[in-house]
Nanobody, 127 residues
Framework: QVQLVESGGGSVQAGGSLRLSCAAS????????VGWFRQAPGKERELAAG????????YYTDSVKGRFTISRDNAKNTVYLQMNSLKPEDTALYYC????????????????????WGQGTQVTVSS
């Protein structure tokens, strides 16, 4: 069983930065790949960034490439999402989620592949 708790959301102006954290409980955190999903009102939940269980592989959706950086510290059971050059279209509820990964490079893209979810943290970017 893994519990995930997000923090770090807030309101910023366009061009600003935020750093989200996802703290996990459980001794097997290093067995899980982690994704940061986001969901804007009226839109489907999408994978913004993902990281493999070792941190060696990462994924970014096209709209955040070059602006967001995902990282993890398995010793601290924490995954981070550094978000720079934020845009109003980044406004959403951001969730971290984890799935057990038997491959050290696997990061799932589908919501259905994730076993554990946090409660979400709101990010609001004003123009």
């Amino acid at each position: 069983q893994v519990q995930l708790v997000e923090s770090g959301g807030g309101s910023v102006q366009a061009g600003g930065s935020l750093r989200l954290s996802c703290a996990a409980s459980g001794r097997t955190f290093s067995s899980y790949a982690v994704g940061w999903f986001r969901q804007a009102p009226g839109k489907e939940r999408e994978l913004a960034a993902g990281i493999s269980r070792t941190g060696g592989s990462t994924y970014y959706t096209d709209s955040v490439k070059g602006r967001f950086t995902i990282s993890r510290d398995n010793a601290k059971n924490t995954v981070y999402l550094q978000m720079n050059s934020l845009k109003p279209e980044d406004t959403a509820l951001y969730y971290c989620a984890g799935h057990r990964a038997y491959s050290s490079t696997w990061v799932a893209f589908s919501v259905l592949d994730y076993d554990y979810w946090g409660q979400g943290t709101q990010v609001t970017v004003s123009s």
